[in-house]
């Protein structure tokens, strides 16, 4: 089961940057660093400021 995940988790990790890296041979899939990057400003910006 481990050794299942860990194959999983890997291609997908090499999906995705194979996806990110040859854009002329799969366009139309978005950059994934760019929206983790929006997904953190966004979260920064939601963030309470912390109680007296």
């Known amino acids: 089961m481990l050794q299942f995940l860990a194959g999983f988790t ?3 990790v090499v999906g995705m ?3 990110q890296n040859y854009e002329v ?3 139309g899939v ?3 660093s760019k929206k983790i990057e929006a997904f953190k ?3 920064a910006a939601k963030k309470k ?3 007296d």
């Open 49 to 51: 400021p912390p109680a």
């Open 25 to 27: 041979l799969l366009r």
């Open 17 to 19: 940057y194979l996806a």
């Open 41 to 43: 400003k966004d979260v």
């Open 30 to 32: 978005p950059n994934i």
């Open 10 to 12: 890997l291609g997908n």
